[in-house]
């Protein structure tokens, strides 16, 4: 029996990890490095390029190099908060044939999950050179935050990367259940996630072999990322009112500083002032000019107190929604790189009044959980039982325009819900529903998932047909939509239209596309 990999798809970095001889290890790349940068170029020879390779190049060619698609993933291109957090991004995002982004490199445009689908792959190819061996399915971890959009998208990218992705797990839960593997103490626990470009906050009971998620909020729009982008405008800043020079028109300039800003980040995670040091980072005719200032870790804060007070929110309203006082949570875990910044861990030490755990490595523990998970799921051992929540509300657009949650957030996951849905004109013979997620009252601010019409209705006079529309939210936190007409029971015909995933036509064209093309990565 081939064995299932754990990836951990990150923003910034992915990693992955397999269950060898009863123990998760996490898996080095050909580099030796346990983690790999979630980058992707295509070299002014029209190579294609993954992780540290394409990460090397980055400077010398921006315009081609994707980083951060994770971002974009799901997203519609015109989304208002999705142009803010890409301003910078040297690379060129466009609209999808439904709304969606794309990225467009070397003339094509590339869905994200074709971005992700390729780092994947490459993961793959890290675990099947340590374990020589094949290896066909996998866990992949997302966001607890990812909605339906983002993990259909995930799904399609394991697909197109030669994967069957067993299950879909969500990050911080994949953490506590590193964190909580073989424990016996019955404990609360909170995991705070906060990565590269994403955020989360779940909290979670372990109990002898149950593993069940109490409650999870976040933002999937909110990371290391923002940290970076506050230091790049921070400068940008101060480098045009003393030299009078705009570095954001030169692609190359503003690469070297993005890499500078989140290099002097997470030195200021361990020192109390970093340098910004850049030569020759711009000519006019007044000569070479050079880019040389001193950050401190005050200032840092101050650039960055916001965001951190912005997880904040979403950490107390999560311990609210869980039924439970900060006082009850008797350990905190802390994933994703970007926790290793003083002011976050300040921040979540004062709020659970408790130092958080130093047990875990950061930025391997969900590759970890997702192994475990993997392992769990092909194995006869059913001693573990893992209960996950959906982190958002389910449900649909009425006719003025309101939003009617059926699921409500944080509901245990697998779950199912119906609704009878009836005509309002005489012999209507369709009906469409928009089934959206989020929080808002109003439909138009939440995420329409997809459309879906009742077709084939037998005319009758309106308000008499009744069709039952059930609503299941799997084990991946994945929706689907069944209709049934409750007179004959039988199955009613359902359009599903949604929003910015792949057909299957286009994965099977995206995975031809991709046989013949070598990666070499490291
Ligand atoms: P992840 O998505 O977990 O790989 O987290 C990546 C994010 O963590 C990136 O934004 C990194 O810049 C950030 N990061 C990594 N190491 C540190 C550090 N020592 N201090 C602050 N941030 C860090």
Not at 30 to 43: C, E, L, V, W
Not at 148 to 165: F, H, N, P, S
Not at 362 to 380: F, K, N, R, Y
Request: charged share 25%; proline share 4%.
């Amino acid at each position: 029996m081939s064995r299932v990999i754990g990836i951990d798809l990150g923003t910034t970095n992915s990693c992955v990890a397999v269950v060898d001889g009863g123990k998760p290890v996490v898996i080095p790349n050909t580099g030796g490095y346990k983690t790999s940068p979630s980058m992707f170029a295509i070299s002014q020879d029209g190579k294609r390029l993954v992780g540290h390779l394409a990460k090397r190049q980055a400077i010398t060619n921006a315009r081609h190099t994707v980083h951060a698609s994770k971002r974009l993933i799901g997203r519609r291109f015109d989304s208002p908060e999705l142009q803010k957090a890409t301003e910078l991004f040297p690379y060129e995002i466009v609209e999808g044939q439904s709304g969606e982004s794309r990225i467009l490199l070397a003339d094509k445009a590339f869905s994200c999950s074709e971005i992700s689908g390729i780092i994947l792959r490459e993961m793959k190819r890290v675990a099947e050179e340590y374990l020589g061996e094949p290896v066909s399915e996998a866990v992949v971890t997302v966001p607890a935050y990812f909605n339906d959009t983002q993990r259909q998208c995930t799904k399609d990218a394991g697909k197109i990367a030669g994967l069957e992705v067993l299950r879909i797990i969500n990050e911080p839960t994949a953490a506590a259940l590193a964190y909580g593997v073989g424990s016996k103490v019955e404990e609360k626990i909170a995991v705070y996630d906060l990565g590269g470009g994403t955020f989360d906050i779940s909290i979670l009971e372990l109990a002898d072999g149950v593993v069940e998620v109490l409650a999870t909020a976040g933002n999937t729009f909110l990371g290391g990322e923002d940290f970076d982008r506050r230091i790049v405008e921070h400068v940008l800043e101060i480098f045009h009112k003393q030299e009078g020079i705009d570095l954001r028109d030169d692609l190359m300039a503003l690469q070297r500083l993005k890499d500078a800003a989140e290099k002097a980040k997470c030195d200021l995670s361990s020192m109390e002032t970093a340098e910004i040091n850049l030569p020759f980072i711009a000519n006019d005719a007044n000569g070479a000019r050079h880019l040389n200032l001193e950050l401190t870790r005050e200032t840092l804060d101050d650039l960055v107190g916001d965001i951190v007070n912005t997880t904040m929110k979403s950490v107390a309203q999560c311990v609210e929604d869980a039924g439970l006082t900060p006082a009850d949570i008797s350990q905190v875990v802390l994933v994703g790189g970007q926790t290793r910044t003083q002011l976050v861990q300040k921040a979540v030490t004062d709020f659970f009044g408790k130092p958080p755990n130093r047990g875990v490595n950061p930025d391997e523990v969900v590759a970890i959980g997702a192994a475990v998970q993997g392992s769990l799921l092909v194995s006869e051992d059913k001693d573990l039982l893992l209960l996950d929540v959906t982190p958002l509300s389910l449900g649909i657009a009425t006719f003025d325009g309101a939003f009617a949650p059926l699921i409500d957030r944080n509901t245990t996951v697998p779950v199912r819900k119906s609704h009878v849905f009836t005509t309002t004109r005489d012999d209507q013979n369709a009906v469409k529903i928009r089934v959206l997620q989020g929080e808002s009252e109003r439909a138009d601010e939440n995420h329409l998932l997809g459309e879906f019409v009742l077709a084939d209705i037998p005319p009758a006079p309106a308000g008499e047909p009744e069709i039952e529309v059930s609503f299941d939210i799997d084990a991946n936190g994945i929706v689907n939509v069944s209709a049934r007409d409750v007179a004959t029971g039988g199955e009613q015909s359902i359009a599903v239209n949604t929003t910015g995933t792949l057909s299957d036509e286009e994965i099977d064209q995206i995975i031809a596309e991709n046989e013949d093309v070598e990666l070499p990565g490291a």
